[in-house]
């Protein structure tokens, strides 16, 4: 497939269906939130740990981030360059990180069973702790220098989130 060939109206604009061709699309595309991507540092993930939750994102089949089978390690490990003791490490960090939970640790298949809902309670709180965040320095900036008395009650609220971590 040629994605010059593909026309839209705006010319920027490549329909994903232009964009990825069905060799690509054979092996499915995964849903990742921006913030994952963005707030990497700030969310205390490693490189390794977020490629670990990347993997099992990547298996969650129609919203099931419960229930997720997870892959196994040595072939994971294999296709991201690293050893599997790597991995082992990044996947009980995440469990002692609050970021995931294993339900079964070996099922018929001789892999885990992951719970990913833990990883979308903490993104999720990360996230609206981050638009409270921004609220607050927009307020900042169109009123100036003071702090309204809006100001100051959303800045608590923000203390008392960043408690709950």
């Known amino acids: ?14 329909p994903r269906k232009a964009a990825y061709d069905d060799d690509v699309l054979h092996f499915g595309m995964t849903a990742i939130p921006n913030i994952l991507l963005q707030r ?5 993930l490693t490189i390794s740990e977020m490629d670990f939750i990347l993997q ?3 298996r969650v089949k129609d919203g099931e981030y419960g229930n ?4 196994p390690i040595a072939k994971v490990a ?3 360059g690293c050893t599997p003791t790597t991995l082992h490490g990044a996947k009980k ?12 640790e070996r099922n018929d298949l001789r892999t885990n069973i992951y719970d990913l809902r833990p990883f979308m309670e903490k993104i999720n709180k990360h996230a609206r702790q981050k638009r409270l965040w921004d609220k607050i320095e927009i307020n ?9 008395q809006v100001d100051r009650r959303l800045e608590e609220i923000l ?4 408690k709950e971590k």
């Open 40 to 44: 990497r540092n700030e969310l205390q």
């Open 93 to 104: 960090r995440l469990v002692g990180k609050g970021y995931l939970a294993i339900i079964n």
């Open 140 to 148: 900042r900036d169109e009123e100036g220098a003071g702090a309204s």
């Open 68 to 71: 997720i089978i997870g892959p």
């Open 78 to 80: 294999k296709q991201l």
């Open 1 to 14: 497939m040629d994605i010059s060939t593909e026309k839209t109206e705006d010319e920027n604009i490549i």
């Open 159 to 162: 203390k008392k989130l960043r």
């Open 56 to 58: 099992l994102l990547s």
